[in-house]
């Protein structure tokens, strides 16, 4: 089959190209067979999410694995989340992506990366009481890492605790611990 750059490039709905729903399906030969084709490796959706994006948001490590050829690591939507932050921002306590996000540390993603108002990952998992990646950042992170808004992940980690009636959900004693 043929395909030229139109076709390659054409837009979903969304916004999103050939290349970033085969990233979101976790289609890798899918993937593979559109970046031979020419595919724009850098391609996003209306919101800036590129292929590698939307692979560690779904968890699709071999796409990671793939993706990881073309694209960098830490790249930024228009949020200026990398993955790892994108990934972070969409967890709660049921639902991690800590081993697709546990991949991209592996393969040298920034832990210290912040967002367009300074949120680290430690941030975001704190507010969104997902303990799995409290424990995954608290030793890579600062607690006391402060955002644009002068609020810590121990902050945000209260915020989430205010509406959690049952003890074993609450989240801020992990950041105080000496845990990890």
């Known amino acids: 089959m043929f395909f030229t750059t139109d076709v390659l490039e054409h837009l979903s709905a969304d916004g999103c190209t050939a290349l970033v729903l085969a990233a979101k399906n976790g289609s890798t030969n ?4 559109l970046l031979r084709k020419g595919a724009n490796a850098t391609a996003s959706d209306y919101e800036g999410n590129n292929s590698l994006h939307w692979a560690t948001e779904n968890g699709h490590l071999e796409a990671m694995r793939v993706l990881l050829r073309v694209i960098p690591i830490d790249s930024r939507n228009k949020k200026e989340e990398t993955p790892v932050l994108y990934a972070a921002n969409k ?12 991949f991209l540390l592996d393969n ?49 980690a209260c915020y989430f605790d205010e509406n959690i009636k049952n003890e074993e959900y609450r989240v801020k004693n992990m950041l105080l611990s000496n845990e990890n």
Do not use: C, Q
């Open 108 to 156: 040298g993603a920034d832990p210290m990366a912040v967002d367009e108002i300074g949120n680290t990952a430690l941030h975001k998992a704190a507010l969104h009481g997902n303990k799995i990646l409290i424990k995954l950042f608290k030793g890579r992170v600062p607690v006391e890492s402060l955002n644009a808004r002068l609020e810590t992940p121990f902050a945000l």
């Open 30 to 33: 899918v993937l593979e067979y």
């Open 91 to 102: 967890t709660s306590y049921f639902w991690s992506k800590e081993k697709s996000i546990e």
